[in-house]
C-alpha cells in the first residue's frame, strides 16, 4: 500500500496568517494527489484534485501543488471558517489512501 | 444539488452485523461509482469499499474484505454497507461518498456519516 504522511500533524495560526500543509508519498504517484477538509458534524469536501486542480465554489486562497512523491496545500490568507482538519488521498493505487490528517488550529 | 444521507449506524456487539444505508439524490445515481469511506475515533480516514454503478465490480479493503458487502439499488437511489462479523476496530464514522466521473477515485461529494459502534 503507498503510504501518505502529512505534516504537521497539527497548526496553530491567525487569521491572515499563510499555512502550507505538505503530504508526502512513500512512492511516486504523479499528480493523483487530493485534498479534503473535515469540520465536526459536517460533510467532508473535496478542496484540490490532481494536486492543484481547485474545485469549483473553493475559495481562490487555496491552492495546490507537487508532484511525484512530495505535495502542498497553501492557504494563502486563513479565514475563520477555515480553522478545520485537512487531509491528502492519493488516487493512484488501490487502495486509496489517506494521510493522517493536519489539524488547524486558532491561534 | 447532490445531496447523501446515511443511516443504520447504531451500537452492536462484537461479533454482529448492520447495515448501513446512503439514500442519494440530485445527480444521475447509476451512472456513478459509490463508495464507503470511515474514520474510526482519534483516527484518520479510510477507504472501505467502492461498487460501480451496475453493481456489477465491487471492490474492499483488505481489512473488510470477507465480512463487509457493498451493493446497491439504482431503483431506489440507495447504496448499502452490510457489515458482518464487526470487531472493535470497525467502530468508526461511515461515510457514503460519490467519486468523480472523470478522474476516478476522488471523492467529489460526501454524505454526513453515521457512527457504528462496536461493544459489548
Known amino acids: 500500500d503507498i503510504q501518505m504522511t502529512q505534516s504537521p500533524s497539527s497548526l496553530s495560526a491567525s487569521v491572515g496568517d499563510r499555512v502550507t500543509i505538505t503530504c508526502r508519498a512513500s512512492q511516486s504517484i504523479t499528480n493523483f494527489l487530493n485534498w479534503y477538509v473535515l469540520k465536526p458534524g459536517k460533510a467532508p469536501k473535496l478542496l484540490i484534485s490532481a494536486a492543484s486542480n481547485l474545485q469549483s465554489g473553493v475559495p481562490s486562497r487555496f491552492s495546490g501543488s507537487g508532484s511525484g512523491t512530495d505535495f502542498t496545500l497553501t492557504i494563502s490568507s486563513l479565514q475563520p471558517e477555515d480553522f478545520a482538519t485537512y487531509y491528502c488521498q492519493q488516487s493512484y493505487n488501490s487502495p486509496y489512501t489517506f494521510g493522517q490528517g493536519t489539524k488547524l488550529e486558532i491561534k | 444539488e447532490v445531496q447523501l444521507l446515511e443511516s443504520g449506524g447504531g451500537l452492536v456487539q462484537p461479533g454482529g452485523s448492520l447495515r448501513l444505508s446512503c439514500v442519494a439524490s440530485g445527480f444521475p445515481f447509476s451512472i456513478h461509482v459509490m463508495s464507503w469511506v470511515r474514520q474510526a475515533p482519534g483516527k484518520g480516514l479510510e477507504w472501505v469499499s467502492s461498487i460501480t454503478g451496475s453493481g456489477v465490480s465491487t471492490y474492499y479493503a483488505d481489512s473488510v474484505k470477507g465480512r463487509f458487502t457493498i451493493s446497491r439499488d439504482n431503483s431506489k437511489n440507495t447504496l448499502y454497507l452490510q457489515m458482518n462479523s464487526l470487531r472493535a476496530e470497525d467502530m468508526a464514522v461511515y461515510y457514503c461518498?460519490?467519486?468523480?466521473?472523470?478522474?476516478?477515485?476522488?471523492?467529489?461529494?460526501w454524505g454526513q456519516g453515521t457512527l457504528v459502534t462496536v461493544s459489548s
Open positions: 461518498a460519490k467519486e468523480d466521473p472523470i478522474v476516478g477515485r476522488v471523492f467529489d461529494y
